[in-house]
């Protein structure tokens, strides 16, 4: 859905949105029924989700030397909501909801620089999604990959960063 938007063929809604009409379009492709404030309460848990264990530890760990911030899909409710439940502290929090752009839209990478006056090449993005590298490094963006083995279940294959 968020290709949908950047093409134009979706209009803009944050990530709840795009939740709400994902969750939707799979109840109704099972032919399920589920009231719309049960929908809500599904989509909220995106809000709660827990960080992986050793994310405050490093956080904490990189904040003693960098300026950490987050560069995110997600609307910024949605990202206090989870830095507020996980106890993480960021420097600055910074979506994509601020270009109306979803990731791997070059206005989002582009965006963290300009707002931090600083140059793409001084910005690192950290992430464990190789596609989101390949993006981030063609706007300038210096990379590095964490793998996150369990993101995509305990038999997932190994994945690496793409060039």
């Not at 032919?31 to 404030?37: C, I, V, Y």
């Not at 956080?59 to 997600?74: C, F, K, V, Y």
């Not at 600083?118 to 999604?129: F, G, K, N, S, Y």
Request: charged letters at 25%.
């Amino acid at each position: 859905m968020t290709a949908e938007v950047n093409e134009g063929r979706r209009p803009w809604g944050n990530f709840d949105d795009l939740h709400l009409a994902a969750l939707a379009a799979l109840l109704s492709e099972r032919g399920l029924d589920l009231a719309p404030r049960e929908q809500r309460g599904i989509v909220s848990a995106w809000h709660r989700l827990a960080p992986w264990p050793d994310v405050r530890e490093g956080l904490q760990a990189l904040r003693r030397e960098l300026i950490i911030g987050a560069l995110s899909n997600g609307h910024l409710a949605l990202l206090v909501d989870l830095t507020r439940h996980g106890d993480l502290r960021f420097d600055c929090l910074i979506s994509a909801d601020l270009v109306r752009a979803y990731k791997p839209a070059a206005d989002v990478y582009r965006v963290a620089p300009a707002l931090l006056g600083l140059e793409p090449a001084d910005i690192m993005l950290v992430a464990a999604h190789p596609l989101d590298l390949v993006a981030a490094r063609r706007s300038g963006l210096r990379t590095a990959f964490v793998d996150g083995p369990l993101e995509y279940g305990a038999n997932s294959p190994p994945r690496r960063s793409r060039r």
